[in-house]
């Protein structure tokens, strides 16, 4: 059975492929860090204020995102780490994009608080002691 923080993690990927930052926000604890795998603004996105930015630059960018989750797994420390790939479409340049990322979440008071990126999904699971299968 999925644990609360599961579920925050497989919630705010679902609220990113919505294109909802109202349900994102909702998910996340008000001092939020986020940072995004592609760097879409250089920084990391701060408050809920920053996850609404989040959103605004992905849609100011792509005329398509969405994420599609492989894999969610809790470490024994609660962090929790998402695999996933992420697929775009450029606005301007109708270029595709898909790419197999991670993140680890921690979690604040049930909420998610900061995360860590990773291009290499299986070091994200290593770090949190879990196998890449």
């Given at each position: 059975?999925?644990?609360?923080?599961?579920?925050?993690?497989?919630?705010?990927?679902?609220?990113?492929?919505?294109?909802?930052?109202?349900?994102?926000?909702?998910?996340?604890?008000?001092?939020?860090?986020?940072?995004?795998?592609?760097?879409?603004?250089?920084?990391?996105?701060?408050?809920?204020?920053?996850?609404?930015?989040?959103?605004?630059d992905?849609?100011?960018?792509?005329?398509?995102?969405?994420?599609?989750?492989?894999?969610?797994?809790?470490?024994?420390?609660?962090?929790?780490?998402?695999?996933?790939?992420?697929?775009?479409?450029?606005?301007?340049?109708?270029?595709?994009?898909a790419?197999?990322t991670?993140?680890?979440?921690?979690?604040?008071?049930?909420?998610?608080?900061?995360?860590?990126?990773?291009?290499?999904?299986?070091?994200?699971?290593?770090?949190?002691?879990?196998?890449?299968?």
């Amino acid at each position: 059975m999925a644990t609360g923080n599961v579920e925050a993690a497989r919630r705010f990927a679902e609220a990113v492929t919505r294109g909802d930052p109202e349900a994102a926000v909702g998910i996340c604890h008000p001092q939020i860090e986020f940072q995004s795998v592609l760097g879409i603004s250089g920084r990391a996105y701060l408050g809920h204020d920053g996850i609404r930015q989040y959103f605004d630059d992905v849609e100011s960018a792509w005329a398509h995102w969405s994420v599609e989750v492989e894999r969610i797994a809790e470490g024994a420390d609660g962090r929790v780490a998402i695999v996933m790939t992420m697929h775009a479409r450029g606005k301007g340049s109708g270029a595709t994009l898909a790419e197999r990322t991670a993140h680890i979440w921690t979690l604040n008071e049930g909420r998610l608080a900061r995360n860590e990126p990773y291009r290499e999904p299986d070091e994200a699971l290593r770090a949190l002691g879990l196998s890449a299968r």
